[in-house]
């Protein structure tokens, strides 16, 4: 167990419909990151954030937006879903979000079906 | 660009054989460099990871990696594998400098155990 929750586990929706997918940090941790897992992009990376702040941004579609919370948990935010959204979406967290390099801790994921 | 090359989509070695995972990076400094596994349904968890100084390093599992500067390769290595070790490895790459602190995974390797 990282440390890192998220919820829901699955998540099953319809085509052109908006979800949320949530992510509570490891404790004292500043820093989230999502990542998009699918079978033809495999695992990619699409925004960070620190301490409230986005950081950088990945290959995030306009589509899918994200912000962090002053209790530090996150959300991603998908709307107008397509087939190809179906994917696994992880979050990490880690304790910093810049300088030196920060071990990124995973949670186990949310399983994304579009239909 | 940083990318990462993990060679086999999919490995297949026999309970207590040896194991060689490959993996090869392009970025511009010395990276950080990681394995991960991916158990079925489950998330990442961190096997282990090369900063800088000894080029072999341990991780968990009794799992070992070699990182090769002339070669740009960061191959994972365990000695006798174990049923339980059936699971998805990917190799990442990590910056080094300030900034955005993705990582970039590999395609990923999937490794059967035959019994």
């Known amino acids: 167990d990282s440390g890192v929750t998220q919820t829901p586990k699955h998540l099953i929706t319809a085509t052109g419909q908006r979800v949320t997918l949530r992510c509570s940090p490891r404790?004292?941790?500043?820093?989230v990151y999502w990542y998009q897992q699918s079978l033809d992009q495999g695992l990619q990376f699409l925004i960070q954030y620190y301490n409230g702040e986005e950081r950088a941004k990945g290959n995030i579609l306009e589509r899918f937006s994200a912000q962090q919370f002053p209790d530090l948990h996150s959300e991603l935010n998908l709307s107008s879903l397509e087939l190809g959204d179906s994917a696994l979406y992880f979050c990490?967290?880690?304790?910093?979000?810049?300088?030196?390099?920060?071990?990124?801790?995973f949670g186990p994921g949310t399983r994304l079906t579009v239909l | 660009a940083q990318s990462v090359t993990q060679p086999d989509i999919h490995i297949t070695v026999s309970e207590g054989a040896s194991l060689e995972l490959r993996c090869n990076y392009s970025y511009g400094a010395t990276p950080y460099l990681f394995w991960y596994v991916q158990s079925p349904g489950q998330g990442l968890q961190l096997l282990l990871k090369?900063?800088?100084?000894?080029?072999l390093v341990q991780g968990i599992k009794g799992f070992e990696a070699e990182f090769k500067r002339s070669q740009s390769s960061f191959n994972l290595r365990k000695p006798s594998v174990h049923w339980s070790d059936a699971a998805e490895y990917f190799c990442?790459?990590?910056?080094?400098?300030?900034?955005?602190?993705?990582?970039?995974f590999g395609q990923g390797t999937r490794l059967t155990i035959n019994p």
């Open positions: 090369y900063f800088s100084g000894d080029t």
């Open positions: 990490a967290s880690s304790v910093r979000g810049e300088g030196l390099y920060n071990e990124q801790f």
């Open positions: 990442a790459v990590g910056p080094t400098f300030q900034g955005a602190q993705k990582l970039v």
């Open positions: 404790s004292g941790d500043l820093s």
